[in-house]
């Protein structure tokens, strides 16, 4: 990889740490964004303690998925395997984000999943959101319940934790880590007005292509409903 290459793909994950931070979907010290280095075994990813306001590109981890630091200085963040369990899993995700964005870390924590609500969940998560079964974080458990959560879709809430999103870009990773959390807040709203009416997924195949056309990041698609 030459040096441009790797200045180019730190300053991608600054940006994406950037951006969720100034939205208000990550805090100081909580959540990590990754993106995979092309056609290798490798990804950058924001360092264990970031404190997102300051980041650097200097302090931006460029490891192996098998957990073997390449770059000097920072740790990366303790939730790497994670990240490196969905690049394997995935060969189209170029970016993952993880928060602990408020509303859906509420979801999480009360064990809901959020219906088709809007058409534009459809184009870039693929559907409703699901949340994964509890596992202890940083656990390989905790890797295979994220993967089935999140099925043939891009984004799943994690059972008390937050939520993660994997995108074929950092700006479409960025883009539903925003509609995640704008989803559990419309999902919590509107559950005090008395409840959500769902769309199903097959009343909108439209939209079910534009998503395989444009953002899918899974290998083998299988539209999975949440009421079925
Ligand atoms: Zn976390």
Known sequence: ????????????????AKQV??????????????????????????????????LEKAEIVHMEFSGMVLSRGRKPSSEYRLHANIYQA??????????H???ATMLSAARKTIPVLIEEQVIFLGGF??????????TQEFSKNVINALGSRNGTLMANHGCI??????????????????LAKIHY??????GTVRISEKSCPMFIDEFEENFATHSNRILQCEED
């Open 90 to 99: 995935r060969p189209r995700a170029m970016a993952v984000i993880h928060t």
């Open 165 to 182: 999103v994997c995108g074929r870009t950092m700006k479409h990773a960025i883009k539903m880590a925003e509609l995640v959390e704008k």
């Open 189 to 194: 709203g509107a559950t005090q007005m008395g």
């Open 129 to 138: 959101v699901n949340i994964s079964d509890f596992a202890s974080a940083h």
């Open 21 to 54: 931070y100034s939205r208000g979907l990550v805090e100081a010290g909580e959540g990590n964004i990754s993106v995979r280095v092309p056609d290798k075994s490798q990804m950058f990813i924001t360092p264990t303690f970031n404190t997102y306001k300051d």
């Open 101 to 103: 964005s408020p509303y």
């Open 1 to 16: 990889m030459s040096l441009f290459e790797e200045d180019k793909l730190r300053s991608l994950v600054v940006e994406g």
